[in-house]
């Protein structure tokens, strides 16, 4: 067996300073560490004091002005210098293990594209920025193209990827605001061998009502995946032609962990 791969963990954020303070010291419970952190402020400048708190990790921050997470996710990953990219959404989290399992994946020279399962929860947000688990589903699932045709269950917190595949690939395609995550999932299993790695290491938090809790707007503590505006609506349309199949029902991940939980109910 060769060296382990590098990996360069990619953080895009949006002025959820108290989100991201979280999601960052998830990574640097990572054993191995990562070989650098890439934080994208695609907000106004709110990450630098949590970036400045860290310690033991090389971290990167970059100004950014993108506009939607999958530019702002390629502006980060543009640099890059581990093997692989792994990417954390500013308010979900990795348990330790998280990383050392997705090296696991890339042993395996012909993988390009690797996911952990991952637990979805339902928070609230109180006042004082505490974080309240209200209820979670996991998402366990091998790849299974059918259903990847209808419902998206691979949140790109849950994703490695090899830098070359991501770069070959494209990265993220801006055009779409929405849906950009499943549609790159769809394009790496087209290109390369795709591989689970079992076991939850990933929660991904989702907000039903956000409170101002990081001194902005309510709408930045809460879930653009849970917005089910005309813009997205146009995403899924244009996805599902690109892909060759019927224009899917948009979801949240926990409509789509509740809904597998309920198929798999005898």
Known sequence: ????PSVSVIVVTRD???LLADALGSVVAQSPPPLELRVGDDGGGSAAAVVESLALLEVTLLPLGCGHAGAAR???????????LAFLDDDDLWKPGHLAGLLNAFHDPAVGFAWRDCDIVREHLRPDGARVPIERRTLARDWDEVLMRRDDYLPPSSWGVRRDVFMALGGFDEAFRYSEDWDFALRAAGATRVRRVPGVTVEVRLRDVAPDVAGGAASHAANASASFNLERLDCLRRLAERHGFDTPVPKTFWEVALALSEAADP
């Open 16 to 18: 959820r300073p108290r």
């Open 1 to 4: 067996m060769g060296e382990a």
């Open 74 to 84: 390629n502006a980060a990953a543009a640099g890059a210098r581990g093997d692989l």
